[in-house]
């Protein structure tokens, strides 16, 4: 008798799902893990408050896994294979509104922005379901390869240590600082005029903590590992090329004494995550404006993903089911706010893994979620991921944050350049676009300060330039075809 069973519904033994979803959770957690400690120390919070992060975000992306995977009323879940995770394109938004309000209080308007920006999204999902037309490949691989190329600077801070504070590559030399202070006393005694107001001593001698040879070592092997493992491992083994190569730098930087497990060691084994442990949110209406764009863009390009699983696993997907895995974006958006982490959407390694393995029942990624949801209940876990130092994660960041602008090219490379020469303009102005907040920061020093929130994210410019660009030269064309074979190409991202 032959079985009516689709192959996305069909269950499988208890033993294969488990270590399937295994499978999924460690072809993602190395990127999953990645958003909580960029957003995290660029709050510069607490080291206990990063490993919170972490927990949280392992919860939620199982929990919204879910979600997506089994279906959740008539409105949220596609019912497909997917897992989801944190969105890269939301990092160099967050960063910006970290750099600009640090602490528990630039924590609390993330939040704020996300929840709303998750709210939202959920109302506008069915319209964005429809909105593909306006975003062909030339656009959504521009936009992502911004986003690898907005990324790429983060692990290079890694590496070396951050431009500004206490690694920058400049420091004040000690004898200016002792100068300083001496005549702000005797200002204060009168013997002097005093110090006119905001003088500061500008960094001179080069900074003994930046770019420490052993740091660049480790991170140099934990790269070097990464390729060896992705070009002579095979199968399973080569898609964690990336976790295995933190492992390796990890193991080596404790073997030198970089590394502590105090964190670790204080860390409880099992805790609950609830919501608003880290901060309680406010509601900015500009940078929630601004995390509703990204989200436009990242529900964009869930369209595309969803359409080529649809391919992949012979199950057709309709403008309805589009609408409702939007809505999970959303609502995964909105969870993650509530439970003080970040944006969600399908991630697309597994998307390739789909295809890779040909295994296409959606209870695998169910499976994964609930792996997931474990592991975020697990602090000495989180304890143990916030305790990797940062220049192990630079070497891996490298591959990371390369392989999303590598994906961009790659989606770009589906382009037709030679038919329609007006391609060239998008792609180029809409990079130009892109880069100038990183090559000129301040840009906006002259415009209204609410609105720098929104200008300083180099992503959005793109986004905004290659659509308005794309509509300017080549109208408003369905290629759904074409976002299925973007989709398709993206599958490293």
Known sequence: MTSTIHPVDEKLPAGRLTALGLQHVLVMYAGAVAVPLIVGRALKLSPE???M????DLFCCGLVTLIQSLGATQWFGIKLPVMMGVTFASVAPMVAMANSHPGVAGAGLIFGAIIGAGMLSILIAPLVSRMLRYFPPVVT???IAVIGISLMRIGINWIFGNPFGPTAPSMVSPEHAQWLASMNGLAASGSVPPVPPGLALVGTVPNPRYAPLAHVGIAAVVLASILLIAKYARGFVANISVLLGIVIGGVIAAGAGLMSFDKVARASWFDVVLPFEIATPVFDPILILTMTLVMIVVMIESTGMFLALGEMTGRKVEQP????????DGLGTLIGGIFNTFPYTSFSQNVGLV???GVKSRWVCVAGGVIMIVLGMLPKMAAFVESIPVFVLGGA???MFGMVAATGI???STVDYKGNRHNLYIVALSIGFGLIPLVAPRWTQQMAHGLHPLLESGILLTALAAVALNLFFNGAKADTAGAVEAAKAAEAH
Do not use: F, K, Y
């Open 141 to 143: 691989g521009t936009i």
């Open 321 to 328: 089911d589009l609408a409702r895995g939007l809505r999970t």
């Open 355 to 357: 295809g890779v393995t």
């Open 49 to 51: 408050q990063v490993a």
């Open 53 to 56: 992060l972490i927990s949280a």
């Open 397 to 399: 960041g490298l591959v």
């Open 410 to 412: 790659r989606i770009l």
